[in-house]
Structures are given as structure tokens and as C-alpha cells.
């Protein structure tokens, strides 16, 4: 990337903060309308109760808790590709890292409305969080859910702040900027930071903490989440591949919206100087790994549970490989391989626009994963008897189309109010890679003395 | 140790009539869902018959058996609750604190018996119905989980009875309604803990089997399946 | 609190702001008057390595352990203080208590650093004080706080002969 000076760079990266376009405004309003029917629907079903959705015996989840899980394993894009570059030291991470972990925020704040909206109860979901009630008890520590509450909040909170943190000397850039009621706003945001080396070093201390804590916690959280169904004695659920098969593919779609993100952002932010080919190429590597990783995971469990050729478990195999589930299985398999894998693998192909292809189907093919795990299973259980169906009803469509619109809608927003790219950390990236450059002319000219 | 309530069902004196679905119905305020939401699979039969067809006609075999919550001992519903409503009472049964339910349905998908249903709608009993609801059993609303409790408002109100009158309860003195509406005395209800009881003694029968029993729930109910069928298999 | 008297100038680039503080040093301006702004992390120039000592990784590590404590306590005494039968499970199942403990450690450290990060830089500070918009166009700032009267002149000569594009002072009488 030829090197910008620190005022380009400036300029460039918070010309999107400056007016918003028609088509800007279009674009949010029709995002605003789905987002709105979706909470309208969901109103609906607080009134009537869940029978609006098309959840039934033996299929108690279903579009709710697809999406739930399938957002929070987006959520784990950002932080974790974030910091694990941050750690690796990876050059390349720092347009990429923001934009990263703003899909974190607001995917997992997303993923996580969804134990709230699937509730029969959901007035009563305070009952979930460990308060000294009147009635003296307190929640199931045994239960998964429980987890879930505390790995979710523990990771929310920690990827807010990861997002945050790195904010606030670009808050004090646009502040600097800025006239009027948006100097006072952004003062308030940058918390009166001026560029001291103090607050620079303990702010990037802090980051690194965070870098090295947030990892785990991640990795914890997607474990913890498909243990919500691996510690149920169903069909096909009862594995104990299911936590590392759910946190490879919570990044295998983390990636892939990353970069569909950028890509996004790319061509409307204009910002082809900034996100380049480079990035879409490094990313698309990553992602061809974690195909090829999650290929080997469903290959793996589908192996074992075919040879084991336990009755029940064959049930729901054949029913997702030949019977009913089959034709979204089929779409799942090209979506998340077959289709992604040329894209991903041929460097001709590995463009900015095949990589953007290629995730584009993996996060459709992902979604068709956690629905294929959950559906299947739940209608095929042990006695034949009860076995049942599912089908979604406008409700549950309704909200699923709100998510991403929702997702969409605020990213829009966000990429309006704060630089997408952080501008500190592209600048201290340029300096390091002049003051390299200058170190290797230094000792040339040293060795040829 | 204090009474283990369970059942034993004689499934050769079964003839599949349903009776004891219909008494369920109406001992525990459980609503009809219409023609609409049965088709959708909502019906809240606490007890379901069961039944399976083998074979090609005229040479059909007929299975059928009465399904209900097996009050587990080991109840995989149990520790997936989030708020205690589905947990484990001092007698062996699984109780049902319908209070704390939030909904959240985890118990029953975990239950390998598909016998916990939930409150899609609120209940509904058309006029007059509404004047034949059970007193000493609660209503439940919309978003609550509820399943079979072996009447536990009978089971306490004959311990209570006893007490009153300071003797022993009597072996089958507490009918759940399913058991009193048998027209064929196959259900059996009683205590586990007293080997004089009838339901220990079918328990101990060479037919009695657990339904499931591989998964390790440890069922209180023994099945006596027909000797017909294939030995001892059920289902 | 008004912006206390100081000199300063801003620098263009880091080598120049580099030259303007060993002007500073080799003017024996004691350290703890010596104030540095950018727009930038610059840790490897020397102008920038002041004020990095900090325990807040220890902090942090510390604030985990306090997590993992609340959270083991959190679980193992909830759960006693009403014990419920459910599935033949011990009323203080040990993976779920480990895996509440595990979270709220790490929920603690986080925190820990960041609420470490904000009373050591003492951020959030929104009173009017010292800085330079200058400082958000690129230019490092180097001055020195409360100049005595005798060395105002040296210090701005020697901040304009180390490269600086601008030299600020303000007035001590505020």
C-alpha cells in the first residue's frame, strides 16, 4: 500500500462522517420499515402467545434458536480475528480490525435478544439473572442456559469494550474537527483525551489484556452455546464433537461476514485505497481453511454416527442426507464447500469480488447449519410416535428477516458516526513501516561502510 | 425412606380405548387445542396411546400403549431448567412448579419421551365446560410447561386424609384418574418403596421392562408388555 | 481549572520531535515538567517512552481472581442456599460451578483493566485543559509546564532550533 500522509489518511477516512446521501437515507428507511414490522411481530406473539409461531410437539425450537446461535457465532468474526491478528502482530489486521469488531458488538447484541424472544414468558425473563428474590431461590447453576447467560454477558461486555476503547482518540480526532453541538457531542465521547504518551501506552496495555482475554472467553461462549444442545439425550445432539465443531464454525461465518462486510463498505464508503485486495486475499485464505475445517468437522460426525449405526441417530442421518431435510442439507454442503471452495482456493478467483461470492453462501450455507442441527433431531426423537414436523410461519420470518436487516441498518448507522477504520492505529501502522524501512536503509548503508 | 410413587401398565389388558386420556383431560383442567392446533401437533395429552401398526392387511399387528411422564429418577428434564420449575420431589416424582416456568421449552426437548407439552394459547374451555374444572388443580397460562403428575393433588390429598385419621395409607388407596378410569384395570399405581405393594410385585414380574430404560432415565413406570409381541420388546 | 502556563512547540515529523526533547533534557528541564501530545502512538521514538511502568497486567490478573472468587461463590452458595433435587445431580455440581468461575474471572480481569485504564489515565476528564488542535492535524506537541520567567526564551530557541513548526506560550498571568 503506497504510504499516505497522516492528513490523507485523516481526510479519507472521515469524509463518511460528513452527510448522508439519499440513497443513504433510502437504503436506512427501507432497513427501518422490516426492523419495525419484526418488533411489530413480535409484539404480536407477546399478546397471543407462541402459537403464532410454528413451533410444535416434539419441535419445541426452531427460526428463534437458528438464529440465535447463528448470530452469536457471526459475533465471533471480530474479536477473535481482532485479536488474534492484534497477538500475531499481523501488519495487515488494521483497517480490518473496527470494522471487525463492530460486527462483533451488534451481531452478539443481536444473537443475544433471541433467549428473550423465544421465551413463553418472556415478561419473566428477569428470572434468569441471579437476583436474592422474596421467594428465596435462585437460578439453576446446572442448567446450559445459565451458562449461556453468563458466557454472553461476559462476552458482550468484553467486546463492547474492545470495540470502545480503541474509539476514543478517533472520537478526539473528529471532535478536533467538528463545529458546534457535534464538537460537544464528540468531546463527551473522546472523554477529554489528548495524546499523552501515558494514555496512549496504557490504552494499548489495555487493548492487549483484552486481546489475550477476550480469546477464550470466546471460545467459552460458542462451546457453551452448543453445549445448550449437546447436553440433551437427542438423536444426533448427545456429542461431544459439538463444542469445537460450533466454535470452528462460529469463526468459519465470522469471517465470511467480515468480509462480505468490507467488501460492502469498500465500494460504498469508497474506500478502495484503504480495504485492498491484500486483505480480501489474506481473508479468503482464512476462510478457505475454516471451509476446509468445517468440511472435516461434518465428515467427522457424520463418519462416526453412520458407523456406529445407532437406530435413532440413523434416523435423523438419513433424514437430513436422503429424507426430508435432504434438499437443505444438499444447499448447506455447496454453500459452505463446494461452492466457496474455488473461490477461496484458486488465486485467480481469490478476488475481492469471488471472496465476497464465496461468503455470501457460507453465511447463507451456516445458517442452513444450525437450522439442520436443531429441526431434524428435535423432530425425529426415540419413539417414532412422537415424531412431528416444522414449518415457520410469517412471525418467525418476519423477525428472522429483522435480524439482518436490524445488523445491516446498524452498521449503516455506525459507519456514518464513527470512522470505520481506525485511523489512530492505520496511522502508528504507516509510522512503524517508514521507521522500518528506514531502519534496513540505515543498516545497508551501515554494512557498506 | 418416605413413599416412591410409580405405575405399572399391563399392557396385555390394554385394549387402547382411551379412557384414561379423556379422565386426564378432565381431572387436570387440560384444555382441548381445536381441530386446527391438533393438527399442528399441540394437543396436551398428558397420557397419549401410543400406537403402531406392523404388517400388511388382514394380517395387521396392533401395538399400542399408554405414554405419560415417566417421572424419571434420572430426568435429563430436570438440570435443564433454568429456573427450577421442572425438578425432583422428596417421593420421586418430577414436579412441575408451573410459577416458575419462563418457557423456555429446554425441558422438553429433553425429555426422550415427548411427554412435557406447552401452552401455546391460553387455555380455552367452551361454555359449559368451564363449570367441570378441577378445583384442587391450578390453570396454566400461555408460555408455561406442563406434563403428567401422577395426580399428584389426589396423591396428597389421601396422605393428607391419612394423617387426619393417623393410619397408613393403603395400597391403591390413591388412584391417579388415568388408573380409576382404566375400564381394564391394566394401570397400577403405588408405592415403589413397599415390596408388599401390587406395583412392586408387577415390577418384579419377569415382563416388566422400562420403557427407554437404555438411555439411563430410570423410569418409575414398568411396562408388562405381551408376551406376543416379540418377547419383551415394546414399540 | 484553566490550562496551567506552558511553552511548547509542534513538531512536524518524530525525528524532529525527537531532537526537540533531547534539546529539552540537555536544557536539564526536569522530566515531570516535560509534556508530550500526538495523534499517534509513538513507542519506539524516545521522545514517547515516559510514564510506561504500569502493573495493570498484575491488575488485571488480580481482578480475575476477585471474578472467579464471586463467581464461585456465587454458584456454590446460591445453589446451597435453596437446595433442589433435579436429575440425581449434586446440589453443587462441580463443571457448571467451574464453568461460572471460569467466566467471572474472566469477566473481572476485563473489568480490572478497564476501569485500571481509566483512574491511571484519568479519563473520563473533560475540563478545559491543556491541548492543541494542532495535535489531531499531526503535529507532536513537546513543552514544558510552568516555565520560570529566566528560561522562557531558551526553552523557545531550542525548541525552534531542534525543528519545530510552531512555538505556543501562554501567558503565566492567566
Redesign the interface.
Known amino acids: 500500500m503506497a504510504t499516505k500522509s497522516a492528513e490523507q489518511i485523516t481526510i479519507d477516512l472521515l469524509r463518511p462522517l460528513s452527510g448522508i446521501s439519499g440513497r443513504w437515507v433510502f437504503a436506512v428507511a427501507v432497513l427501518a420499515g422490516v426492523v419495525v414490522a419484526a418488533l411489530s411481530a413480535f409484539f404480536y406473539q407477546v399478546y397471543?402467545?407462541?402459537?403464532v409461531s410454528g413451533?410444535?410437539?416434539?419441535v419445541?425450537?426452531g427460526f428463534y434458536i437458528t438464529n440465535f446461535v447463528f448470530w452469536i457465532g457471526l459475533s465471533h468474526a471480530g474479536t477473535l480475528i481482532s485479536a488474534i491478528l492484534r497477538l500475531a502482530n499481523a501488519t495487515w489486521r488494521r483497517p480490518v480490525t473496527r470494522c471487525a469488531e463492530v460486527i462483533t458488538v451488534f451481531a452478539l447484541s443481536i444473537g443475544a435478544t433471541f433467549?428473550i424472544i423465544?421465551?413463553?414468558?418472556?415478561w419473566?425473563?428477569f428470572?434468569?439473572f441471579p437476583y436474592p428474590s422474596e421467594r428465596g431461590?435462585w437460578?439453576?447453576i446446572?442448567?446450559?442456559?445459565?451458562w449461556d447467560?453468563f458466557a454472553i454477558n461476559t462476552y458482550l461486555i468484553s467486546s463492547v469494550t474492545f470495540l470502545l476503547l480503541p474509539m476514543v482518540p478517533d472520537f478526539a480526532l473528529v471532535r478536533d474537527r467538528a463545529e458546534g453541538v457535534k464538537k460537544k457531542i464528540y468531546g463527551v465521547l473522546a472523554l477529554g483525551w489528548t495524546g499523552t504518551p501515558k494514555e496512549w501506552h496504557r490504552l494499548e496495555t489495555a487493548m492487549h489484556i483484552m486481546a489475550i482475554a477476550v480469546i477464550p472467553v470466546a471460545v467459552s461462549v460458542h462451546s457453551i452455546v452448543s453445549w445448550?444442545f449437546a447436553?440433551?439425550?437427542?438423536p444426533m445432539w448427545h456429542s461431544t464433537i459439538f463444542a469445537p465443531y460450533f466454535v470452528a464454525g462460529a469463526i468459519f461465518s465470522g469471517i465470511a461476514a467480515l468480509i462480505l462486510a468490507m467488501a460492502l463498505l469498500r465500494k460504498f464508503l469508497h474506500l478502495e485505497e484503504y480495504l485492498l485486495p491484500i486483505h480480501f486475499e489474506n481473508l479468503g485464505k482464512l476462510l478457505l481453511v475454516m471451509s476446509l475445517l468445517w468440511f472435516y468437522f461434518v465428515f467427522a460426525e457424520r463418519l462416526t454416527t453412520w458407523y456406529g449405526n445407532e437406530s435413532s441417530e440413523m434416523t435423523v442421518f438419513w433424514t437430513t442426507q436422503h429424507g426430508s431435510y435432504s434438499p437443505l442439507f444438499w444447499t448447506m454442503v455447496f454453500c459452505n464447500f463446494l461452492i466457496p471452495f474455488p473461490f477461496l482456493a484458486i488465486k485467480k478467483l481469490r478476488t475481492i469480488t469471488g471472496t465476497a461470492i464465496a461468503s455470501f453462501t457460507v453465511v447463507i450455507g451456516m445458517w442452513l447449519e444450525r437450522f439442520l442441527i436443531i429441526v431434524p433431531s428435535?423432530s425425529h426423537?426415540?419413539?417414532?410416535?412422537?415424531w412431528?414436523t416444522y414449518r415457520p410461519t410469517w412471525v418467525e420470518i418476519t423477525i428472522t428477516a429483522g435480524t439482518f436487516c436490524a445488523m445491516a441498518l446498524l452498521y449503516m448507522i455506525f459507519s456514518k458516526v464513527v470512522p470505520i477504520i481506525s485511523i489512530w492505529e492505520l496511522k502508528a501502522g504507516q509510522h512503524l513501516k517508514t521507521q522500518a524501512v528506514r531502519l534496513v536503509v540505515k543498516s545497508s548503508e551501515a554494512g557498506a561502510d | 425412606m418416605g413413599h416412591q410413587w410409580g405405575m405399572a401398565i399391563d399392557l396385555d389388558r390394554c385394549t387402547g380405548c382411551e379412557a384414561c386420556v379423556v379422565a386426564c383431560h378432565a381431572e387436570n383442567n387440560i384444555s382441548t387445542v381445536g381441530e386446527d392446533?391438533a393438527a399442528?401437533?399441540?394437543?396436551k395429552h398428558w397420557i397419549?396411546v401410543?400406537?403402531?401398526y406392523e404388517g400388511e392387511f388382514p394380517d395387521v399387528t396392533v401395538k399400542f400403549m399408554p405414554?405419560f411422564c415417566q417421572q424419571?429418577?434420572?430426568?435429563?428434564?430436570?438440570?435443564?431448567?433454568?429456573?427450577?420449575a421442572?425438578?425432583?420431589t422428596?417421593e420421586g416424582l418430577n414436579g412441575q412448579v408451573y410459577n416458575?416456568?419462563?418457557?423456555?421449552?429446554?425441558c422438553?426437548?429433553?425429555c426422550?419421551?415427548?411427554v412435557r407439552?406447552?401452552?401455546?394459547?391460553?387455555p380455552v374451555w367452551d361454555k359449559p365446560l368451564h363449570l367441570q374444572l378441577n378445583p384442587d388443580v391450578s390453570v396454566r397460562?400461555?408460555?408455561?410447561?406442563e406434563k403428567c403428575t401422577f395426580c399428584v393433588q389426589r396423591i396428597k390429598a389421601g396422605e393428607v386424609q391419612a394423617e387426619a385419621e393417623k393410619r397408613e395409607l393403603k395400597d391403591g388407596e390413591i388412584q391417579p384418574a388415568c388408573v380409576q378410569s382404566c375400564p381394564t384395570r391394566a394401570m397400577v399405581f403405588g408405592d415403589l418403596s413397599d415390596p408388599e405393594s401390587e406395583v412392586s410385585r408387577l415390577a418384579r414380574s419377569g415382563r416388566s421392562t422400562k420403557?427407554?430404560g437404555e438411555?439411563g432415565?430410570?423410569p418409575k413406570v414398568n411396562y408388562l408388555p405381551r408376551d406376543s409381541w416379540h418377547g419383551n420388546e415394546i414399540? | 481549572m484553566p490550562s496551567p502556563p506552558v511553552i511548547y512547540g509542534l513538531f512536524a515529523d518524530p525525528e524532529s520531535a525527537d531532537r526537540g526533547m533531547n534539546a529539552l533534557h540537555r536544557a536539564e528541564i526536569k522530566p515531570k515538567k516535560i509534556v508530550v501530545m500526538s495523534a499517534e502512538p509513538f513507542d519506539d521514538y524516545s521522545f514517547a517512552k515516559m510514564d510506561h511502568h504500569t502493573p495493570m497486567p498484575w491488575i488485571a490478573a488480580a481482578g480475575g481472581v476477585v471474578g472467579g472468587t464471586c463467581g464461585y461463590l456465587l454458584a456454590r452458595l446460591t445453589q446451597v442456599a435453596?437446595p433442589?433435587?433435579?436429575?440425581?445431580?449434586p446440589i453443587v455440581?462441580a463443571w457448571p460451578t467451574g464453568i461460572v468461575t471460569y467466566e467471572l474471572t474472566m469477566l473481572g480481569a476485563v473489568i480490572t483493566t478497564i476501569v485500571t485504564l481509566l483512574i491511571t489515565t484519568r479519563l473520563p476528564n473533560w475540563k478545559s485543559k491543556l491541548y492543541d488542535e494542532e495535535v489531531s492535524n499531526g503535529k507532536i506537541l513537546i513543552g514544558v509546564l510552568d516555565p520560570s520567567d529566566a528560561a522562557r526564551a531558551e526553552i523557545e530557541n531550542r525548541l525552534r532550533g531542534a525543528g519545530a513548526v510552531k512555538v505556543k506560550a501562554t501567558n503565566p498571568h492567566h
Open positions: 397471543a402467545g407462541l402459537g413451533l410444535r410437539t416434539p419445541f425450537w433467549p423465544h421465551l413463553g414468558r418472556p419473566l425473563a428470572f434468569l431461590i437460578p439453576n446446572r442448567s446450559p442456559l445459565l447467560f445448550d447436553m440433551a439425550p437427542v428435535l426423537k426415540y419413539l417414532t410416535y412422537s412431528g | 392446533q399442528l401437533s399441540r394437543a397419549r401410543e400406537r403402531y405414554v424419571c429418577d434420572a430426568a435429563p428434564c430436570e438440570p435443564v431448567c433454568p429456573t427450577f421442572s425438578y425432583h422428596s416458575r416456568c419462563i418457557g423456555t421449552r429446554y422438553a426437548n429433553a426422550p419421551y415427548v407439552y406447552f401452552n401455546f394459547y391460553n397460562e400461555v408460555g408455561v410447561m420403557l427407554l438411555l432415565t430410570r414399540g | 435453596y433442589i433435587n433435579t436429575g440425581g445431580m455440581a
